[in-house]
T-cell receptor, first 108, second 113 residues
Framework: KNEVEQSPQNLTAQEGEFITINCSYS?????LHWLQQHPGGGIVSLFM???GKKKHGRLIATINIQEKHSSLHITASHPRDSAVYIC??????????FGSGTKLNVKP | SAVISQKPSRDICQRGTSLTIQCQVD?????MFWYRQQPGQSLTLIAT?????????ESGFVIDKFPISRPNLTFSTLTVSNMSPEDSSIYLC??????????FGPGTRLTVL
């Protein structure tokens, strides 16, 4: 069993739709990260959070420590949001555990 | 934050050859990591690059295949040795900051023929 599970694996949305990606983890963590990877391969860190909720523009990330669950929301989605979104957690000794990623395709 | 650059950005190599990937960080960082991302897969940690000492390798990765150097706090190299088509992947380096955040390089897309 993977330490970090994401769903869905693939997601297709129409421009303007509200999108939710879910992440569950099974290890003790000091932080949870949401990452964005574009087709070229580079990875951008979107959020690092250890409690509550964070918002950057149209992106919102929430975490429930008791339930070991996090969600990434995208409001008013746009084709440029198309990417792979990866949930990762920082476990013991600063080791990262990665989810398998959610491939998002937003159609115009 | 930290800005990371990698060279080369991509390469096509012949079986049996070696490729060295460079990773440069724009500030001094304590921790640097090397990851592999095989096609359609998530990231797998290869090793932690330690400044001034041997890298710490994860299970399944060995120094002879993936020698790593880290001569200072801003630079590291990963060599993929004696390559085979199974080594075709994206290789990413990252820098870990004291607060637990990691910043990733743009990746090196390697194709082995």
């Amino acid at each position: 069993k993977n330490e970090v599970e994401q769903s869905p694996q693939n997601l297709t949305a129409q421009e303007g739709e509200f999108i939710t990606i879910n992440c569950s983890y099974s290890v003790g963590i000091s932080a949870l990260h949401w990452l964005q990877q574009h087709p070229g391969g580079g990875i951008v860190s979107l959020f690092m959070l250890s409690s509550g909720k964070k918002k950057h523009g149209r992106l919102i990330a929430t975490i429930n420590i008791q339930e070991k669950h996090s969600s990434l929301h995208i409001t008013a989605s746009h084709p440029r949001d198309s990417a792979v979104y990866i949930c990762a957690v920082t476990g013991n000794f600063n080791k990262f555990y990665f989810g398998s990623g959610t491939k998002l395709n937003v159609k115009p | 934050s930290a800005v990371i650059s990698q060279k080369p950005s991509r390469d096509i190599c012949q079986r049996g050859t070696s490729l060295t990937i460079q990773c440069q960080v724009d500030s001094q960082v304590t921790m640097m990591f090397w990851y592999r991302q095989q096609p359609g897969q998530s990231l797998t940690l290869i090793a932690t690059a330690n400044q001034g000492s041997e890298a710490t390798y994860e299970s399944g990765f060995v120094i002879d295949k993936f020698p790593i150097s880290r001569p200072n706090l801003t630079f590291s190299t990963l060599t993929v040795s004696n390559m085979s088509p199974e080594d075709s992947s994206i290789y990413l380096c990252s820098a870990g900051l004291a607060g637990g955040e990691q910043f990733f390089g743009p990746g090196t897309r390697l194709t082995v023929l």
